[in-house]
């Protein structure tokens, strides 16, 4: 693509995928674990054993359809990448919905047990072909440094909107996160699955610019697709690659932090802070600190921008790293309805990182998918995007291992208790899942970033090496 083409419309409709890929995404970490947890009262080892499941398929499902996405030819105006877009977009919002709908009303657990295990793995098979292909995308449609950071401060500042959606939604449809007793549960389900329907028809509604009218694809000749190694080779050489390894563990860690943080802060509000601010419900707190944050989000992203040309894109992430370990260790300190003002700025300030490890993280694998390039001859994006998927998303297996670790620790290790016999325990536990979880993630993080070698003269080298290919 030239310079010339790269257009505030081009910009703005490809970082419309922001919605599908991100909003669904959003809704599923924040509440799913909640919802299953305290309304639907499945038992904690349950949902482990869940999680443990769907993060096995994820080992699976994601090298597969990244590699089956490089393999399958180009069909014309289907293109390659937009026809596995088109054809998840639909299954993808069904299962948001099927996801926050529970059919049954029983006391088996096992049951409900068996619905959420398959909604989940079906809705990340359909989530993971539009995430894998759509990313896939990114640095084939942006092909140098200015052009990827051009589009990616449209496709973050859309995607930040798509995190505000994430938490007002929600904010407005349903009463209280976590029942306060059982007569609450029927009410808060039927808010639950309300706000899912709305998530999903406006996720297909606004994905639809973006399908018809953002996305072009370069006609593949015959002889780039012969270059294309096999499933096995590419899983072989993509695990090999020293320096996609190495910026795979930070990224995991940062993901770590994506999946656990918004997880735990619905119930970190309940049992730590307390309280319904402006009497309000128990879920207005939460709402309006996130989307303090997310609106920081958006408003720092040029600030992250600057910075990533003035320092490098790995040495401003690795800042980036450092300032989110910093304003995560003030919730040890805060506890009580008295704080809940300090939580919402709290929460406000985890903008500022959220916005970063969002910016350079996609800046930085397109630059370990041209040092690819510049070695076999030929992109491999939806290879890479797949192999890092599955190794980020089995961060989610260590957050609910993590979750269960503490949980089992404070009493809550056979079912959600609306009233744990040790307050003290509780917050302990909790305050620990909130920082110190977190921060070592962080700091695995940057001691992988730090011995991240694709920056500087090498990465010099290797973008004037692809301007010859």
Request: aromatic share 16%; net charge neutral; glycine share 6%.
């Amino acid at each position: 693509m030239s310079e010339e083409k790269l257009t505030f419309k081009k910009k703005f409709l490809f970082g419309l995928s922001a919605f599908p890929d991100q909003l669904t995404y959003q809704i599923f970490q924040f509440l799913i674990f909640t919802f299953y947890f305290t309304v639907v009262l499945i038992p904690l080892d349950l949902m482990i054993i869940t999680y443990v499941i769907w993060g096995i398929w994820n080992a699976v499902n994601d090298p597969m359809l990244g590699a089956l996405s490089e393999r399958t030819k180009h069909r014309g105006k289907w293109g390659k990448r937009k026809f596995f877009l088109l054809i998840s977009i639909i299954p993808l919002c069904v299962m948001v919905v099927l996801m926050f709908y529970m059919p049954f009303y029983t006391s088996d657990k096992m049951l409900e047990f068996i619905y959420f295990l398959t909604t989940i793995v079906i809705f990340e098979f359909f989530y993971t072909m539009f995430d894998v292909n759509v990313n896939a995308l990114f640095p084939e449609m942006f092909p140098n440094e200015k052009q990827r950071a051009s589009a990616n401060l449209f496709i973050k500042g859309l995607t930040v909107v798509a995190l505000i959606l994430s938490s007002l939604i929600p904010m407005i449809f349903i009463s209280d996160y976590v029942p306060e007793n059982d007569t609450q549960i029927p009410l808060i389900k039927s808010e639950y699955f309300t706000m899912a329907i709305v998530i999903a028809v406006f996720t297909l509604l606004i994905s639809i610019p973006f399908l018809l009218k953002a996305i072009e694809e370069k006609v593949e000749r015959a002889e780039d697709f012969e270059k294309r190694p096999s499933f096995f080779q590419s899983l072989k050489i993509t695990l090999t690659n020293k320096t996609f390894v190495k910026f795979v563990i930070a990224n995991t860690a940062v993901w770590y932090c994506f999946s656990i943080l918004p997880m735990i802060i619905p119930i970190y509000a309940e049992f730590v802070i307390g309280g319904d601010l402006f009497a309000g419900g128990g879920s207005l707190i939460v709402g309006i600190a996130l989307m303090l944050a997310f609106v920081i989000a958006a408003l720092v992203l040029p600030i992250h921008k600057k910075l990533g040309f003035k320092y490098g894109m790995r040495k401003a992430f690795m800042i980036t790293l450092g300032i989110w370990i910093c304003t995560l260790f003030p919730f040890l300190f805060i506890t009580g309805e008295a704080f809940q003002i300090a939580f919402i700025l709290l929460i406000a300030l985890q903008g500022f990182p959220l916005s970063g490890a969002l910016f350079y993280v996609d800046i930085l694998h397109a630059d370990v998918i041209d040092e690819d390039a510049v070695k076999f001859g030929v992109k491999r994006s939806a290879s890479f995007y797949g192999i890092n998927a599955f190794i980020h998303r089995v961060s989610i297996i260590l957050v609910i291992l993590t979750i269960g670790l503490m949980f089992g620790n404070i009493g809550w290790d056979k079912q959600f208790d609306p009233l744990p016999s040790d307050p003290a325990l509780v917050i302990l536990g909790l305050k620990a899942i909130m920082v110190i979880f977190p921060s070592i993630a962080l700091i695995i993080g940057l001691l992988s970033m730090k011995s991240y070698s694709l920056h500087g003269e090498k990465l010099e080298h290797i973008r004037e090496e692809l301007k010859k290919i």
